[in-house]
């Protein structure tokens, strides 16, 4: 017979996951100060272990949800000279189109760089283009 409290252990665990990766991807980065035109963040950090993970992330991001649940407000002033990964560049929502967005999306060494591509407003939201 096996101990109840080891599966709902294990089912604890698993609903935690799961709350976060919705979380994740329901939630919009909005900034608390202007940024710069060509302001480089990064490197992102992903917490999917197989790359099949993080493609069906970013399928979920880039669906539209212009009605989000969650706002996440960032100072990205003081994260800018940070050598370490930020942790609120995933949650950072896909754009419409490409006309809309303000970050543009880039691999250097093998890790994942946000850099904006004009100047942004405080207040504004932060959105990426992902192509089709």
Not at 54 to 81: E, H, Q
Request: proline share 3%; hydrophobic share 35%.
């Amino acid at each position: 017979m096996e101990d109840p409290g080891v599966q709902r252990g294990i089912w604890d665990g698993d609903a935690k996951t799961v709350q976060q990766c919705l979380t994740d991807i329901f939630t919009s980065v909005y900034t608390t100060c202007d940024i710069p035109e060509n302001a480089i963040f990064g490197p992102c950090v992903l917490s999917h272990t197989s790359l099949y993970d993080s493609i069906a992330f970013i399928a979920l991001k880039s669906t539209d949800k212009r009605t989000v649940p969650y706002i996440f407000r960032v100072d990205t002033s003081a994260a800018n000279g940070s050598s370490e990964g930020l942790m609120w560049l995933r949650l950072v929502q896909s754009a419409r189109e490409r006309e809309e967005q303000n970050l543009e999306a880039y691999i250097k060494s093998g890790q994942l760089f946000y850099r904006s591509l004009r100047r942004i407003a405080k207040d504004e939201e932060l959105l990426v283009w992902n192509g089709k």
